[in-house]
């Protein structure tokens, strides 16, 4: 065998391997149109998206043909959702927080405050029904999404100045979406949800005094050190959870079970491999934000933690209120959060913390 064949070959994993078909001819494939929320060759989220599309016309031998779009290529950003529901394109990588706005449901499939981690949300996704409120929801829209990646535990975010008590949360102008950002509203902070594209340039200009991203690793090439540099570590936003490869409902259902199940592996396969990518990295580049630009790494006091901890109980009241499939959404989530998060804070937390602190590393 050609040696780079095999490279790729090997690169595919054994999964991929399996599921591949046959070259076709170029006449009968099938395109899929990907729009993505994120700019072209972004570090992380963005090399993430095009790794996927490209992996889904490797895996399918061509038969499935992708064309991907990064964010303002052919749609906007927060376009993409209207774009896939019109059948337009086929397919969108993004954040399902996004789509906050047409239904709050959706946030629960990226990820809520002091919700799941990334495995846990996984889990309930995978093994606790998740998936099955994620289609209901979906279908309203004409929509089908599957997840195709994840951060882990988000920072929580870059300041220009330290916030020591809720009252210094009082008129700061941050960018923070999703229900994280409702309750950033509730403690007087003025909200707003921009594309990533667009954060450096409003936090360099001042028209945000804040902003929240994803951890060092993402963190660290978007260079919001430049504008602040205080770095909040842990964040009560944005636990985990993952991205939605959302597709148009009937083209997904005009799809073969074998290509259907080669998207499903693809996405599978990119669903983990984003989130160790993102912990393989964000040590080495948490030192870097530390040691070459100055950055200041802070944690926020359990002053600050118990104040998030009020307005969060407040918004899951009235996300519960919108709608019976909210509530309905919400409800399950919680029930999950508790049955998964309990197993886990007396197994593996305990552990890591005493890890931890046997060796050092706190």
């Known amino acids: 065998m050609d040696r780079r064949k095999f490279i790729k070959a090997a690169a595919l994993g054994g999964a991929g391997t399996a599921l591949a078909a046959p070259m076709v001819n170029a006449q009968n494939a099938k395109t899929i149109t990907i729009v993505s929320t994120w700019p072209r060759d972004f570090p992380g989220l963005g090399l993430s998206a095009q790794r996927l599309a490209e992996r889904i016309n490797v895996v399918s031998g061509g038969a499935l043909r992708t064309e991907y779009f990064a964010a303002g290529e052919r749609v906007g950003a927060f376009d993409v959702f209207d774009e896939v529901a019109s059948g337009n394109s086929q397919a969108y990588i993004g ?206 006091n359990e002053d600050v933690w118990d104040a998030f901890g009020d307005a969060a109980e407040e918004v899951f009241e009235e996300t519960r209120d919108h709608s019976p499939m909210a509530a309905k959404i919400n409800d399950a989530y919680q029930a999950a959060l508790r049955d998964i998060g309990a197993w886990r804070g007396v197994a593996e937390v305990d552990f890591s913390n005493q890890r931890n602190r046997i060796l050092g590393l706190v």
């Open 95 to 300: 954040a399902e927080y996004y789509w906050g706005g047409k239904h709050p449901g959706y946030n629960y499939f990226t990820s809520v405050p002091f919700g799941m981690t990334t495995p846990e949300w996984n889990a309930w996704v995978k093994f606790g029904g998740g998936q099955a409120l994620w289609d209901e929801l979906a279908e309203g829209f004409g929509l089908k999404a599957i997840t195709c990646g994840g951060t882990g535990a988000q920072a929580g975010g870059w300041f220009n100045k330290k916030i020591e008590s809720p009252d210094d949360l009082q008129g700061l102008k941050m960018r923070i979406p999703g229900l994280g950002g409702t309750v950033m509203s509730k403690l007087g902070v003025s909200t707003v949800s921009l594309p990533g594209g667009q954060i450096y340039e409003n936090l360099v200009s001042g028209a945000v005094e804040a902003t929240e991203w994803v951890g060092p690793y993402n963190d660290y090439f978007m260079k919001f050190y430049e504008a602040a540099k205080y770095y909040y570590t842990g964040g009560m936003h944005e636990p985990g959870g993952g991205l939605g490869f959302g597709m148009n409902k009937s083209w997904w259902e005009s799809l073969s079970e074998t290509e259907q199940a080669i998207i499903e592996t693809c996405c599978m396969e990119e669903n983990a491999a984003q989130v160790e990518e993102a912990a393989a990295n964000n040590g080495a580049y948490l030192a870097r934000l530390v040691n070459d630009h100055g950055v200041e790494a802070l944690q926020f």
